[in-house]
């Protein structure tokens, strides 16, 4: 039989689609759970379902691939699980804007309509960047592709939350939270990125009761004074010390608010007087709980002013309530002076709208029974950082740990699997299935954080919490390689999630990517509209050459400028292993190459391939 002799020219275009395709008809990706070879798994990073091909992906998961197909070069039974993640947040943000586009607002809508909304948005666009990491010629075991909100995955996150509620670690609070108000959600710390903004910094006059002097307190956001129920003094601060105890009268409402005395209190900085409104502040929130003072909610969901303020403020944007309160605290004569003040605002990622802190009731899962282990598998070595400069920024956010708020206000997520009663709101159910009266309960609204799903994703992949033979065959996994962004998000709780529900580290190494960025030192963002489509670098360059130039240009965890000529370079030396191959085959025997049955010769690796 004759070896098909190869073109002249190197046309990736034709060749790649038609080798991918031969894979997959051979069945090359599927891991097998009756081998006796040694097993090697990851699990891939799972994209969004709203998100298509970045040259990220592109790095990380050129980076797995090489990974797996070296495994199976060494013989090894290997498993590489595909899947998309359903995005809580950016989903349903992206199912709003196509509702508007068609003239339809949500809050039109039933939670049942919505989600099949969604679910219908999904199933139309939820695969493409699948179908990209196809092109990409990622060797996964498609067979195996999960969703984490496809019904075993939802099994696998309702069980976790019913254990972590039954041994304690779960509960109801009231209490600060990042508040978007463009979703109308609470978002994590980490979900929130701040930006230097150029503002003012106004200084107001407070009158103190039955006397005609008066305090004066500084303040970027005059809006929240309509929310003042104190205003706080170093103790040792002798200026003030005679005054703790009397009150002021909070302009424009008319309210009398005490004066405290609060080590808090910076006397150096201001005036060293500070107002204070705990229900819009975190520092002002501990100092409201020290103090037993009261606590005043002035902001609707959507950050406009709700009922608890004068009625002239009351469903004004936080922007015109701001103008309002200046130009009257200026009519009053209550300005003492305005300066220009630059300072770090808080941001919504996914929003882009400036956070508010808001009083709410969330869930929370109480970090630091979960930490403690997650700290130790990391600093001893059993898990391994690549580069291990990344331990240190691992082991500064597990050491000043917080509980994390599980509950996000959404209807696209995993609801979170309470039950209130309907005569009794304080009566609650909590199980995987659910109470066997459901006509008598009503399930908590809330749906759980992204994250709080994602973070089973190395075993709830293989349908945990039943055992089975892909779960023993392929977990715990070998690498994980993803990028040093999602270290506190995913990392940490994926490592919390192997030890708390498996006993096992999830992974034995974390590779953590470059960050690639333009010419100009910026991240590649969609929203910037910085990042090069790889898919038309595939047409231009092929396919190989794109995973070349990545892997040359991205050296470990350093962050690194996008550059075409290291495209250049990978497709002129493909073109050369293309011309080196032709050249063999040209100039060998041709029975040489049909007749040799090399699984009948013993070779080492390199011999062999």
């Known amino acids: 039989m004759s070896t098909p002799k190869l073109d002249k020219t190197y046309n990736w275009n034709k060749l790649e689609e038609r080798w991918y395709q031969h894979w997959l008809d051979s069945n090359y990706f599927q891991g097998k759970t009756d081998s006796k070879e040694e097993s090697y798994s990851i699990v891939i990073p799972p994209p969004n379902v709203t998100g298509i091909l970045t040259m990220g992906h592109v790095l990380n998961n050129t980076i797995q691939d090489v990974l797996i197909r070296k495994a199976r070069m060494e013989g090894k039974n290997v498993c590489w699980i595909p899947g998309t993640d359903h995005a809580s947040i950016a989903t349903e943000s992206k199912v709003v804007q196509d509702l508007e586009e068609k003239g339809i607002k949500k809050d039109t809508l039933s939670r049942e309509e919505f989600l099949k909304y969604a679910w219908d948005w999904k199933e139309k666009y939820g695969d493409i960047i699948i179908n990209q990491l196809k092109k990409l010629g990622c060797s996964c075991d498609w067979d195996k592709q999960r969703f984490t909100m496809d019904k075993n995955y939802s099994r696998a996150v309702t069980t976790a939350f019913v254990k972590l509620y039954e041994e304690g670690l779960i509960y109801r609070g009231h209490r600060l939270v990042n508040w978007c108000p463009q979703s109308k959600s609470a978002i994590s710390d980490e979900e929130v990125i701040h930006k230097e903004k150029d503002g003012k910094l106004w200084y107001f006059q407070y009158p103190i009761k039955e006397t005609e002097d008066y305090l004066i307190v500084a303040t970027t956001r005059p809006e929240t004074m309509l929310g003042d129920t104190a205003v706080a003094v170093h103790p040792k601060d002798d200026r003030y010390s005679k005054l703790v105890g009397k009150t002021v009268i909070l302009p424009l409402v008319g309210r009398e608010i005490p004066i405290i005395a609060d080590d808090y209190v910076d006397p150096e900085f201001g005036t060293g007087c500070i107002k204070v409104t705990p229900a819009h502040d975190r520092n002002d929130f501990s100092i409201g709980k020290r103090h037993d003072l009261e606590f005043i909610n002035i902001m609707n969901e959507d950050a406009s002013m709700n009922s608890e303020v004068p009625n002239k403020y009351q469903n004004m ?32 990622e996914r929003g882009n709208v400036p956070i508010e802190f808001y009083l709410s009731d969330q869930w929370y899962l109480k970090m630091e029974e979960l930490a403690k282990p997650a700290l130790e598998v990391v600093n001893s070595g059993e898990i ?86 892909d779960l023993n065959s392929f977990y715990p996994t070998n690498e994980l390689v993803t990028g040093p962004d999602i270290i506190f998000f995913w990392v940490a709780r994926m490592i919390m999630a192997g030890h708390r529900f498996t006993g096992k580290n999830p992974f034995k190494n974390v590779y953590f990517t470059s960050i690639l960025r333009d010419e100009t030192g910026k991240k590649f963002s969609k929203s910037l509209g910085n990042s090069p489509d790889p898919l038309e670098l595939f047409k231009e360059y092929g396919t190989d050459a794109v995973r ?3 892997m040359l240009m991205a050296p470990q965890g350093l962050d690194v400028l996008f ?9 002129n030396f493909m073109n050369k292993l293309w011309n080196a191959s032709r050249f063999v085959q040209m100039n060998i025997d041709e029975e040489l190459i049909s007749t040799v049955d090399l699984s009948k010769i013993e070779l080492d690796i390199p011999e062999r391939w």
């Open 317 to 348: 944007t936080r922007e015109s309530a701001r103008k309002a309160v200046v130009s009257d605290m200026n009519s009053e004569n209550r300005i003492d002076k305005i300066e220009d003040y630059t300072h770090n605002i808080g941001y919504s």
């Open 384 to 469: 391994k950082f690549y580069p291990n400069h990344w331990v240190k920024t691992y082991n500064h956010w597990i050491n000043n740990i917080n509980d994390w708020c599980i509950s996000r206000q959404l209807w696209w997520g995993h609801q979170i699997p309470v039950w209130y009663h309907n005569d009794d709101s304080k009566k609650i159910h909590v199980s995987v299935d659910g109470p066997e009266d459901p006509e008598n309960w009503m399930q908590d609204d809330d749906v759980l954080d992204t994250w709080a799903s994602s973070w089973l994703w190395p075993f709830a992949v293989h349908n945990w919490p039943d055992e089975n033979d």
């Open 548 to 550: 070349f130039g990545a």
């Open 563 to 571: 550059s075409n000529s290291r495209l250049e370079i990978g497709r």
